[in-house]
């Protein structure tokens, strides 16, 4: 294991660099690579890590986990919280992962338990930044908040949280994709309506989807501002409704950064010089379909790691190592704006891990560096 504050070099024959890959030394002074040589001093040789063999890629950047979702309980704990995080971690740092982001739901489906819903949420917020700060943490862990807008509420919700420097990156969606047509209709307006009003259920229903056609409208007005003030508490934000982050972009200047691509969205052309493209990996390796990617696409892990390395190993001979990266890597780091981050480059900081290839097998990752810190290393 590499000391403290004494300098790391990183040897491979394979560096994988923006546009080309090469044989050389990387040397990491601190968290950042200060120079990338072909070749060294003497007295700097006994700082060389040797991955002869290895490729050295950038540390992919999983912008969407639902993984501590899922394992989380009601109640959720510290303790428990601690426990389950280590898990994804390792799960993801094996996978090549030095940077996750865990998606937590804002929901509002029990009018009743809203207040409860929204303590549990940042009671995980809260343990999830708790948990990267603490020295057992062996990569960065951040913060993903989906939310349905379904009410002012939620979007003071979303600010408060904003507020309090909990999220570092926000995803929202305006229309329900429940199956039950039925999610939008407020229940006890449905009974007023009915008996109040004396309206027929069909009658009720036309007011009930007029209402929501109006609440719709006035929430892209409250969205566009929501967007402004992420960006400006520097907070990038994603949505799988293109035309809902078209439409602000058009009458309002302001971007939504990354379009998540679903079934309901894929044949729309959107408008690559303005969105970056979210795809799910495992959609890519259940259609082997490469057409789906294009420059501005992040490919990203949702529920099963180990995916990205099946994506690597599947796809590489077909792409190229160097555009894998910048689907993994350098992508995803310029949509969240983490400007520092997602190449091989002097100036930027050093997380970057080591891919063995196989023959007949996934690639295997035997080594990790995160921040300038070699967090692991395996011998194959």
Do not use: W
Request: aromatic share 8%; with cysteine; glycine share 4%.
């Amino acid at each position: 294991m590499i000391k403290g504050d004494e300098m790391v070099i990183i040897y491979s024959d394979k560096i994988v660099l923006q546009d080309k890959i090469q044989e050389g030394y990387i040397k990491i002074e601190g968290d950042i690579i200060s120079s990338i040589e072909k070749d060294i001093r003497d007295e700097e040789r006994k700082y060389v890590v040797d991955y002869s063999g290895s490729y050295i890629m950038p540390g992919i950047i999983n912008i969407s986990s639902s993984n501590m979702e899922k394992k989380e309980t009601l109640s959720p704990s510290i303790g428990s919280s601690m426990n389950k995080l280590r898990e994804i971690e390792y799960a993801y740092a094996s996978s090549g992962v030095t940077t996750v982001y865990h998606s937590l739901y804002l929901t509002e489906k029990k009018i009743k338990n809203m207040d409860e819903e929204k303590t549990k949420t940042i009671e995980l917020i809260n343990n999830i930044k708790k948990y990267d700060l603490h020295p057992s943490s062996i990569i960065d862990n951040k913060t993903h908040l989906k939310f349905q807008i379904k009410s002012i509420r939620t979007m003071d919700d979303v600010k408060f949280l904003l507020d309090e420097k909990l999220l570092d990156f926000v995803s929202y969606e305006i229309k329900s994709h429940d199956k039950d047509n039925r999610v939008y209709k407020d229940q006890y307006m449905q009974e007023f309506m009915q008996t109040s009003l004396n309206l027929t259920e069909d009658m009720a229903d036309k007011v009930i989807d007029r209402i929501k056609q109006l609440r719709e409208e006035s929430n892209i007005d409250e969205l566009a501002y929501l967007i402004k003030y992420a960006h400006f508490k520097g907070v990038r934000v994603c949505t799988p409704e293109y035309s809902s982050a078209s439409k602000i972009y058009n009458e309002f200047k302001d971007t939504t950064d990354i379009i998540k691509i679903t079934k309901d969205n894929n044949k729309e052309d959107i408008q690559k010089d303005v969105f970056f493209k979210l795809i799910n990996v495992s959609r890519i390796l259940s259609c082997n379909d490469c057409s789906l990617v294009d420059e501005n696409t992040i490919i990203s892990s949702d529920r099963k790691p180990n995916e990205l390395l099946v994506f690597i190993g599947e796809m590489y001979k077909h792409m190229g190592l160097n555009k894998i990266s910048k689907y993994l890597s350098k992508n995803p780091a310029e949509a969240l704006g983490l400007s520092n981050k997602g190449e091989i480059k002097e100036g930027y900081t050093a997380d970057l891990i080591a891919l063995k290839f196989f023959e007949e097998a996934e690639p295997v990752v035997v080594g990790l560096i995160k921040d300038g810190k070699l967090k692991f290393n395996i011998n194959v």
